[in-house]
């Protein structure tokens, strides 16, 4: 009765076009809910316009006018099922958000062909020391399962994944975005920050938790590892610990991750410069970074906008949790459209990767049956 009337809250939400974000933190069973009943979303046009801000932010790959990085202010924040399942909606009205509508076409699919046309010169590219690595993405377009609303799906999701930042974020004018992504970004504990690097990946199966990493994995990994140590040596952070590499399992594909812990003190202050340097990272960009990301905004067929962006707490009651924005979809009326991809590397078989990000989407496909 409890998730039934948990999920007619995020639909009611949904139906009256309310901006909001709805979570479950990383093994956490009580969600948080935050609300935006007055006012425009607030929309930044860099990283730096959110140093005092207070919210939930929601941040694309690349900002552009119809991707913006936008926070909700929580006029409401609630926490926990019976909290959120007592809130009255009836009272609520959508703000002044925008007049403008939101793209409700979905986004070119690559068949398995085109994958190979587009990977295959890329892994010679990087072969003859163009890149040392690129993220490579595709979409999904599959049909929402009939009778089953955002909010039920939502928790089905929680039921299969629960070592993972689980999230919907409402944004009239902007869309409606569903995931489970466990790659942390960057959270303040106390006096510190930690983030992690997360790269190569392995389908679980039936491994009994024996993986056999190759080189190619391992180097992906160790590709991301290095830039977020560069981006911490360039605010002059020398005092950070690591831990790792070591199996990290999410769902059903596993990765290498290494946790990175560094003091505040020389961060916090230029809290969105330093997310400047550290977003996209190489896990989801590419090595060089700039120069990976210009080919991925060339070169692939579709707009990636929120995926491989950010989302999460940004100073919001005194804390800051922010996570990568993988293992996602947009909701577009009566589709799913789901973002899946890799990294490319000299070592990479086109084959091997197309199944890799197959392996990625089974998790969301699964609530999708």
Same mark, same amino acid.
């Given at each position: ?138 979409? @999904?377009?599959?049909?929402? &399962?009939? +009778?089953? !609303?955002? #909010? ?5 999701? $929680? *039921? ?37 690097? @997360?790269?190569?990946?392995? &389908?679980? +199966?039936? !491994?009994? #938790? ?5 080189? $190619? *994995? ?37 990765? @290498? ?113």
């Amino acid at each position: 009765m409890a998730d039934n009337t948990l999920a007619e809250k995020i639909d009611a939400l949904i139906a009256k076009k309310i901006p909001f974000a709805f979570y479950y933190s990383p093994g956490e069973e009580d969600p948080t809910l935050v609300i935006q009943t007055e006012g425009p979303l607030f929309r930044a046009e860099s990283y730096e316009d959110l140093n005092g801000i207070e919210g939930f932010v929601f941040a694309p790959f690349d900002i552009r006018p119809h991707t913006p990085l936008v926070v909700i202010r929580p006029d409401r924040l609630l926490k926990g099922i019976s909290v959120i399942t007592a809130c009255n909606t009836d009272d609520m009205s959508s703000p002044e958000f925008s007049t403008k509508e939101e793209k409700r076409f979905p986004p070119p699919e690559m068949s398995k062909t085109e994958y190979r046309q587009l990977a295959a010169p890329l892994i010679r590219m990087i072969q003859d020391g163009e890149f040392e690595k690129v993220v490579l993405s595709r979409t @999904l377009c599959v049909d929402m &399962p009939e +009778g089953r !609303s955002c #909010g039920e799906m939502l928790l089905k999701l $929680k *039921e299969k994944v629960n070592d993972a930042f689980i999230c919907l974020v409402h944004l009239p004018g902007i869309g409606t975005w569903m995931g489970a992504t466990p790659e942390l970004l960057l959270r303040k504990r106390n006096d510190r920050f930690h983030t992690v690097s @997360l790269a190569g990946t392995l &389908p679980v +199966g039936d !491994s009994n #938790g024996v993986f056999n990493w190759t080189a $190619k *994995e391992i180097r992906e990994q160790e590709i991301v590892t290095e830039f977020i140590e560069t981006q911490l040596k360039t605010f002059g952070i020398d005092g950070y610990e690591k831990s790792g590499p070591f199996t990290s399992f999410a769902a059903n594909v596993a990765h @290498l991750k290494t946790e990175i812990g560094f003091p505040c003190e020389k961060v916090e202050t230029e809290l969105g410069r330093f997310i400047s340097t550290l977003h996209p990272t190489s896990a989801v960009c590419g090595n060089s970074r700039e120069k990976a990301r210009g080919y991925i905004l060339a070169k692939e067929r579709h707009d990636r906008e929120y995926y491989c962006g950010f989302l999460g707490e940004w100073n919001l009651a005194g804390r800051l949790n922010l996570y990568v924005n993988i293992r996602c979809m947009k909701i577009l009326g009566n589709k799913a459209c789901l973002y899946v991809g890799g990294g490319i590397t000299a070592d990479s078989i086109v084959d091997s990767e197309w199944d890799e990000t197959n392996h990625k989407a089974k998790t969301l496909l699964s609530i999708l049956m």
